[in-house]
């Protein structure tokens, strides 16, 4: 596992932006990763970006509480108290065939989270899985799905890390995105709020 860390020389937040949790899902996701490193850091605080957390392991959902037990998400809770970060992302990649699970009105059923919000391209948002969420070591939780085979969506990843990269404030995110995708957002912040709800989160 590569970490790569952008310190700026002004305070700010701290981002964290982790790729390839799952499988083989790194070998979509940590090339766009490291191209983005490639673009430089932030004006301020620090960005920490993982390209891909693990290589090639067998399949335990974030959903599940096993994730955390797993190597890899063992990796992951020590990156987040390690450096507790104001914003945290995760980066994964979906199968066609996973499309209508990960975007139906019944995952909250079926699966405990609301279903993910389409920006475009089939990259897909929500938020973070509920373990960690509920362990509070972060301030926003961005989840993001792309699609493992279509080229497009690379583009519409890249402008969303952009947008948490050079923003430099929580609701200053959270506005930029909403400009960009004001129907998606709102619905994506509905959504947000009945999960928390149900997860007891204040
Ligand atoms: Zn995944």
């Known amino acids: 596992m590569k970490i790569h860390v952008f310190k700026s020389k002004r305070k700010g937040l701290t981002k964290l932006i982790v790729g390839g949790l799952h499988g083989k899902e ?7 990763l490291k191209s983005f490193i490639l673009e430089g850091g932030p004006r301020s605080g620090m960005l920490i970006i993982v390209p891909s957390l693990c290589s090639k392991t067998r399949y335990v959902s974030t959903l599940s509480r096993r994730y955390f037990e797993t190597n890899e998400g063992g990796r992951l809770l020590s990156l987040l108290s ?68 279509n080229g497009e ?11 948490v990269r050079d923003q430099e404030a929580i609701d200053k995110i959270i506005s930029e995105l909403m400009r960009l995708y004001p129907k998606q957002l709102s619905e994506a912040i509905k959504l947000f709020e009945t999960y928390k709800q149900r997860l007891n989160i204040p």
């Open 82 to 149: 390690h450096y507790k970060p104001d914003v945290y992302v995760e980066v994964h990649c979906y199968a066609k065939k996973a499309y209508e699970s990960l975007t139906s009105p019944v995952r909250i059923i079926r699966k405990g989270v609301p279903r993910l919000i389409e920006l475009e391209q089939g990259v897909l948002i929500g938020s973070s899985p509920p373990f960690l969420l509920l362990t509070g070591l972060f301030r926003l939780g961005i989840t993001v799905e792309i699609p493992c085979r």
């Open 153 to 163: 969506s690379r583009e519409i990843l890249l402008r969303l890390l952009r947008v």
């Open 26 to 32: 790194g070998r979509v996701v940590k090339p766009i």
